[in-house]
């Protein structure tokens, strides 16, 4: 790059962080902040951002007492994360998550999940207690002694939403470089 380019703020990696961080600087920051994103590849979101799971977590499985900023986190991104699908038009399946206990031993780790849930602001009416024949009414092919049922946990394209952040970043004028390498 030629030293004719001065930018603020640089941002290596074109991942869903950094693509989040270039938008969200681009949308918050005052006007004639240069921001500069560095992406290695010829793409954004080429590597894990688009080879994941595409869930999106609900907090029931952090301790509060260790990682209650985690917990928060997870709950204000999931809401933000559908917002910004819903504003795009980019896939957000709300469709919950089952964790099982496949033993009676299991059914303390629930417990605990359901306590801590609670206590990172999950309501009753997302997260939930089922028998095991609640389970086979709602998941005909699972067989486990017990479940929680948590409806705050959604499924999305990250590389989809990943491109989508570059071009709204791109469009507040932030700066973008693909296939170059910070050393």
Not at 46 to 61: D, E, I, Q, W, Y
Not at 108 to 132: C, I, T
């Amino acid at each position: 790059m030629s030293e004719r380019y001065h930018y603020h703020i640089a941002i290596i990696g074109g991942g869903i962080l950094g693509c989040s961080i270039a938008y969200l600087l681009s949308y918050n920051l005052k006007p004639g902040t240069r921001i500069l994103l560095v992406e290695q590849e010829t793409s954004p979101g080429f590597h894990a951002s688009s080879r994941n799971t595409g869930k999106v977590h609900a907090p029931f499985l952090y301790d509060p007492s260790k990682r209650k900023l985690f917990a928060k986190a997870a709950s204000m991104g999931f809401e933000m994360l559908s917002d910004y699908c819903q504003s795009r038009h980019l896939s957000f399946i709300k469709d919950g998550i089952l964790e099982v206990a496949t033993s009676e031993n299991g059914i303390a780790h629930l417990e605990r999940y359901m306590v801590w849930g609670y206590s990172n602001g999950l309501s009753q009416d997302e997260l939930r207690y089922l028998d095991k024949q609640e389970v086979a009414t709602l998941e005909p092919n699972v067989r486990c002694t017990g479940a929680i049922h948590c409806t705050k946990d959604a499924s999305v394209n990250y590389g989809e939403i990943t491109r989508s952040l570059l071009v709204d970043a791109r469009t507040l004028g932030c700066k973008v470089l693909f296939g170059t390498k910070v050393f």
